[in-house]
Structures are given as C-alpha cells and as structure tokens.
C-alpha cells in the first residue's frame, strides 16, 4: 500500500511540478512577447525652420528719380514682420526710408528712390529669433 500512495504522490507532485512550468512558462513568454510602452509625449516639439528672406528687383539700371520695386518672398517670418531696405556704405550696412511688412502668402514689396551711382542693396528683418538678411543686388543709377 505505501508504494502505491507513493505512486500518487509522485504523480501527482509531477503533474503539479508541469503545470506550474507550463503556467509560468506561458505567462513569462507572454510579457517577453508584449511590446514595451511608449511614452506618451507632454508637450509638443515644433521644429524650427530657419528664416531666410529672398529679393528680386523690377529693374538693375534707372535714371535718376526712377523708382526701383523690390519684391521678394520670406521663409520661417511672421506675417506683419518689419522688413528694412539697407544700402552698402563704406563696408557698413545703413537703413534706408524703405520699409514695409510681411504680407500674407508670406511676400513683401517695397519701392525705393535711389540717388545716383552703385547701390548694393538687401533687405533685412530684425525677429525674436535673430537677424535675417536676404542676398545683396545690385541697383546703377544713372
């Protein structure tokens, strides 16, 4: 009688012995299976697009009280941004009269009266993020 209980008792240790492996196994293979959690962001990044402002004029040679029209498109300003025409004198850039403001669609145009001779001109705009200058052309006037 006793090698009979112990019979059971054997078989039933082991059932118990492979359940609980099967059990652990298959819930151990499940986590490692289950992707790990993405943090969810708090806040959302912008990215920033550095700022550039482009220039073209209507005309690279006037006579003298002809008005020249620059126009150009910006990139990464805000509409209404204050833009500047500057001049090149004496290896220094200066401001000139002719202002005017980002417009809608992200484009601008501005008319300015040069006096005679070589204008190397561009326009420049002054933002929180920094100054942005356009490429230099270049006016005669005659």
Not at 72 to 83: A, E, H, V, Y
Request: avoid cysteine; charge should be positive.
């Amino acid at each position: 009688m006793t090698s009979v209980l112990r019979h059971r008792y054997g078989r039933a240790l082991g059932a118990a012995a492979l359940s609980v492996a099967l059990i652990s196994g298959g819930t151990a293979g499940a986590y490692a299976a289950s992707p790990k959690p993405t943090p969810t962001p708090t806040s959302t990044t912008h990215m920033t697009v550095k700022a550039s402002i482009t220039l073209t004029v209507n005309k690279t040679s006037v006579k003298a009280g002809q008005a020249v029209k620059l126009t150009g498109r910006t990139k990464g300003l805000k509409i209404g941004s204050p833009l500047v025409l500057q001049h090149l004198v004496s290896g220094k850039w200066t401001n000139l009269k002719a202002t005017t403001t980002v417009k809608k669609g992200s484009s601008y145009a501005m008319m300015a009266k040069l006096p005679k001779g070589t204008h190397h001109l561009r326009v420049a705009s002054v933002s929180k993020s920094g100054k942005v200058v356009s490429p230099t052309v270049t006016v005669k006037v005659s």
